[in-house]
């Protein structure tokens, strides 16, 4: 490196002057002279030291404390960008769905929206997005795509940071809609024209945007407000004033994004400006339906290969439906989740394609071996007596990694059955209409918890399968089939089923549907009076043929539904490998997404060798020493005083503590120590006592 300047030491003293310095970084060759910026760059590798990879051939830290080969490490980054990118393009599929609805409404109201028919009023769509506000620039970004490729005109958005005041309003609208990046090339002189003659007028100037659309022929120019209840009230209402009165020269048209209610935006606004506009509404799905969209598309879909424990899914579900974060924010939560499973778990190396035996190592499988999956394994095995292969898998790995290979895709068969019968009983409840709705992620938090088999859902359905009249128990088929895979051994009994109960009802030959024996309509209650006491006695009511035979069918869908949610509703956390296919731990996701960043200072000050890693500061909690932070010491000093601390008290304590040192050094950190302290708002001066510091905040408050 090289220092271009110097230092005039004989009018500044170097001690109290510090000179800026500029440092040019060395050419290859040595000298300090600049590159032409046209010539290819070169990169300076040190003698016998390889290039350093690049940011996209990164891949994670190897673990088992650093044994683990650079290949296997690689092999879990390859498989999480691979599952991940699978996963990200379902959602973005979807998430561009759910807004498809308003996208085309939207487009539709600006295409027909005529500026004759609107009697010198601004067409004016109001979009009323709900509360998520994180998601309403996507949204606004899709309208504006799909406006910018229909109609032949801008479409601006602005947002709250953009407009200020009116001046820096206008001139941001006149930036982006003069800017056409969909120009045509023969249009250049036209352009460079309309270049010329805007550069006379001030970049506020409307007349610049006129300009531009009598250039271009543009037939709308649409103006989006994103966050309209950000905006100032009267600020908003000038500037729609003044975009009226330019209507007759430039086809505005505006969009207002509504987080609240129509009734709170038209508060806001003067009368004067609501009679400027003339418009429509427009409704957005709502926030919560979309987060159940997207995590079933996330975890219950069929090419899920990592799916989500109940603890964790069930905290981000809450802090999502609490707190009314952006689906966005869900999206990148679940993709921290997938990274923090193949960053911190060497055993997700299983998940790639085509593993082989020959790129494990022994440590591999000792960590196999100590999972509790593995141990409850290998106490079945021995419940059924198969010694030596209970044997086998603990001395051989070629015999452990054949039976993991073969367990993980038993793992994940399960858990897509799991699934299957979570959709199943979702769909079958939306058949009875049922009132206590519960919603498929609320089904699956349960299923994978283990608690949903033989619980009071599952029971309560199938009582009301027992009691369903036979146009009921049809929906109740169709539904369940549907949802199921072909191969699923339970469709073709329920066909069966199906068969038999179209042929029934059509040897009936009645109007009405068949009748369970189990149905409380098929029942009568008899009063009978005994010695002055009244009995009351249910009694079947006599039934046809065919509702006899109904009731055997009804009986026989009844025990096959129930066998099938006994087999496929089994807890996840008993299946080995579970460990390699579930995630479920909270600390990683909660440091990063809820961290607590009070306490992590106030624990790093009070105990810094737990963070430095050095031999010197190792002590209890409070214990104070000289080779400790300087920061940290007056930061336990500053611990034990009151509300008002004495600057000097507390430097006498400070140089008995780093006592020997030299005085004006030891002056010298701990005015850095004092200013650190005042920077994260522990202290701040006093003003009644010139010599005296405020103490702000106390450790655990």
């Not at 068969?413 to 799991?418: D, I, N, R, S, V």
């Not at 995630?583 to 737990?610: G, Q, W």
Request: hydrophobic residues 35%; proline residues 4%.
């Amino acid at each position: 490196m090289s220092i271009k300047g110097e230092l005039l030491k004989e009018d500044h003293d170097y001690g109290d002057h510090k000179a800026c310095h500029l440092f040019v970084p060395e050419t290859p060759n040595g000298t300090s002279e600049p590159r032409s910026s046209k010539r290819r760059k070169l990169t300076k590798t040190a003698p016998g030291r390889t290039p350093s990879k690049s940011a996209g051939e990164l891949t994670f830290q190897p673990l088992f404390g650093g044994k683990e080969k650079p290949e296997l490490a690689q092999y879990r980054h390859e498989t999480y960008k691979k599952l991940w990118t699978q996963r990200e393009r379902c959602i973005e599929s979807l998430l561009a769905g759910i807004n498809a609805k308003i996208v085309d409404s939207a487009a539709k109201f600006v295409d027909h929206a005529v500026i004759e028919e609107y009697n010198g009023k601004l067409p004016t769509g109001l979009i009323v997005a709900g509360p998520d506000i994180a998601s309403h620039g996507l949204l606004f970004e899709q309208i504006a795509a799909r406006i910018r490729g229909e109609c032949n005109g801008p479409a601006i958005i602005i947002t709250a940071g953009e407009a200020p005041n009116l001046k820096t309003a206008l001139k941001n609208i006149t930036k982006k809609g003069t800017n056409r990046s969909h120009a045509l090339d023969d249009e250049g002189d036209d352009k460079e024209y309309t270049l010329q003659k805007a550069a006379r007028n001030p970049s506020y100037d409307l007349q610049n945007l006129h300009d531009h659309v009598q250039t271009h022929k543009v037939r709308k120019v649409v103006i989006a407000f994103q966050d309209s209840e950000a905006f100032d009230g009267s600020l908003l209402a000038d500037l729609i004033t003044l975009l009226s009165s330019w209507l007759n020269r430039i086809p505005f048209v505006l969009m207002f994004g509504i987080a609240t209610s129509e009734e709170i935006f038209h508060d806001k606004l003067s009368r004067t400006a609501i009679r400027c506009m003339r418009g429509e509404m427009f409704d957005v799905e709502q926030i919560e339906e979309c987060l159940e969209q997207v995590f079933n598309q996330a975890l219950m879909g069929p090419e899920t290969a990592l799916w989500l424990g109940p603890k964790l899914s069930s905290m981000l579900l809450q802090r999502q439906r609490n707190d009314v974060q952006s689906i966005q924010a869900f999206v990148k939560s679940l993709k921290y989740a997938y990274m923090s499973h193949f960053y911190a778990n060497p055993l997700s190396v299983f998940m790639a394609d085509e593993i082989k035996f020959g790129l494990l190592q022994p440590e591999h499988f000792e960590a196999l071996r100590n999972l509790s999956s593995f141990r409850s394994y290998a106490e079945e095995l021995l419940h059924d007596r198969k010694f030596d292969l209970v044997r086998s898998l603990l001395d051989n790995d070629e015999v452990l990694f054949a039976a993991l290979i073969r367990q993980v895709h038993l793992c994940r068969q399960k858990m897509l059955q799991l699934l299957d019968t979570i959709a199943v009983i979702n769909s079958i409840r939306s058949c009875f209409g049922v009132r206590n709705h519960l919603s498929r992620s609320d089904l699956y938090i349960q299923a994978v918890a283990g608690e949903l088999n033989g619980s009071v859902i599952v029971r309560d359905l199938s009582l009301l399968v027992r009691k369903a009249s036979s146009d009921t128990i049809t929906q109740v088929l169709d539904a369940a089939i549907s949802h199921l895979t072909s191969t699923a051994p339970v469709v073709e009994e329920l066909c069966k089923f199906k068969q038999e109960l179209v042929e029934l009802f059509d040897s009936s030959k009645r109007d009405r549907p068949l009748r369970s024996e189990h149905n409380i309509q098929n029942e009568t209650i008899r009063t009978t009076v005994i010695a002055q006491k009244v009995e009351l006695s249910k009694h079947k009511s006599s039934l046809s043929g065919q509702d006899v035979a109904y009731s055997r069918l009804v009986d026989r869908i009844h025990s096959t539904l129930e066998s099938y949610f006994t087999e496929t509703l089994s807890c996840p956390s008993d299946l080995f490998p579970h460990e390699i296919l579930l995630y479920d731990h909270k600390s990683p996701y909660k440091e990063v997404f809820t961290p607590k960043p009070r306490h992590a200072i106030e624990r790093s000050l009070s105990t810094p060798h737990d963070y430095l890693g050095c031999n010197c500061c190792i002590g209890e909690e409070g214990c104070l020493s000289s080779t400790q932070p300087t920061t940290a010491i007056l930061y336990q000093l500053y611990l034990e005083t009151g509300s008002l601390i004495n600057v000097s008290d507390l430097w006498s304590a400070f140089y008995a503590i780093v006592g020997g040192e030299d005085g004006e050094e030891c002056s010298e950190r701990e005015a850095i120590a004092l200013a650190e302290l005042k920077y994260m708002g522990m202290v701040k001066y006093s003003r009644k006592k010139t010599d005296h510091l405020m103490k702000l905040a106390w450790k655990g408050l």
